[in-house]
């Protein structure tokens, strides 16, 4: 890391990703009302609590392991997509991020702007029978 003009820059890598880290002006802005989707993990399911997702708005998705195992969570949706990954007290924003692992009885949030419409699937690595989706409306058309 270095700083530059009062801001860090640097490279991380997380989950075999390589990011580059930004300060100051050069973070995304995530607005006070971001829409919210709850995932908890318990007995190997994924529960998902969601309102109606909007395209173009940003949206936070709340993961929390209640297991005693580890799991992840991964999902080809944030593909190409700037998104900030918040686990353990660490912050890591970049695009093509595949998922998070969660160790057991740990949390993670993942935020991004929602832009593509459609049934978006995530599922567990280590548990190939775990599986859920997210459901994005085009409000707008509807």
Known sequence: MMMQGGRMRGWATVLGVTWALWGGADLPLWSQSEQVV?????DFKFVTKQSTLRLGVATVIRIKNEDAERH???STMFEG????VEKDGVVVYGRGVGGVYLDAKRDAALRFNMSRPGRHEFRCSIHPNMNGELLLLNVEAV
């Open 81 to 84: 997509i700037p998104t900030q």
């Open 72 to 74: 992840d969570f991964g």
């Open 38 to 42: 709850d995932v908890t993990i318990k």
